[in-house]
T-cell receptor
Framework: GQSLEQPSEVTAVEGAIVQINCTYQ??????LSWYQQHDGGAPTFLSY????GLEETGRFSSFLSRSDSYGYLLLQELQMKDSASYFC????????????FGGGTRVLVKP | EAQVTQNPRYLITVTGKKLTVTCSQN?????MSWYRQDPGLGLRQIYY???????DKGDVPEGYKVSRKEKRNFPLILESPSPNQTSLYFC????????????FGPGTRLTVT
């Protein structure tokens, strides 16, 4: 099966940079996704890495290294509205079209 | 407006009373899926469907049923709910081949007493 590990919580101040790591154990997968979920809300798609390297979308960037079984989401110039939970997810080749999520990282941004 | 809708949003029921949570999307997505979210466990996939009449089990299918008779609808059925199915449920959809980018409904909070 697949398992994805993320830190449970990260705290930072406005304007700072936060890196949320996601390590995974799966024999082969199509790519790594990231989702954001505010309290009381639904998850929303942030980014996807099909290939190794860095993908940048505004203040958020995502990175994937298949050789290291590792990825991360980088949140820059943190704003209060970035306080949310962030989930990584993979669709493993051996798992058909199942999507497996990590346990999520709660990011708390302080003034 | 492109969206995924779920009903009901909140439901309190008793053990053993059959219930259905509806899910509908207006984006012509082929792929639809159900997840449950529990504290500390993230999102776990219950069932998914690649297209009409095509469904498959996710990671936690026990106690649930689904059907996909129309492309836009993907109801989740709990034939005999139990307290351990108390959870927050999300329906999601995407285009085939873009399952990494799923659109989620607003969620259904279910309590089984």
């Amino acid at each position: 099966g697949q398992s994805l590990e993320q830190p449970s919580e990260v705290t930072a101040v406005e304007g700072a940079i936060v890196q949320i790591n996601c390590t995974y154990q799966t024999s082969g997968f199509y790519g790594l996704s990231w989702y954001q979920q505010h309290d009381g809300g639904a998850p929303t798609f942030l980014s996807y890495n099909a290939l190794d390297g860095l993908e940048e979308t505004g203040r958020f960037s995502s990175f994937l290294s298949r050789s290291d079984s590792y990825g991360y989401l980088l949140l820059q110039e943190l704003q209060m509205k970035d306080s949310a939970s962030y989930f990584c997810a993979v669709r493993a080749k051996a798992a058909g079209n199942k999507l497996t999520f990590g346990g999520g990282t709660r990011v708390l941004v302080k003034p | 407006e492109a969206q995924v809708t779920q009903n009901p949003r909140y439901l309190i029921t008793v053990t053993g009373k059959k219930l259905t949570v509806t899910c509908s999307q207006n984006m012509n997505h082929e792929y639809m899926s159900w997840y449950r979210q529990d504290p500390g466990l993230g999102l776990r996939q219950i069932y998914y469907s690649m297209n009409v009449e095509v469904t498959d089990k996710g990671d936690v299918p026990e106690g649930y049923k689904v059907s996909r008779k129309e492309k836009r609808n993907f109801p989740l059925i709990l034939e005999s709910p139990s307290p351990n199915q108390t959870s927050l449920y999300f329906c999601a959809s995407s285009f085939k081949g873009r399952e990494y980018e799923q659109y989620f409904g607003p969620g259904t909070r279910l309590t089984v007493t």
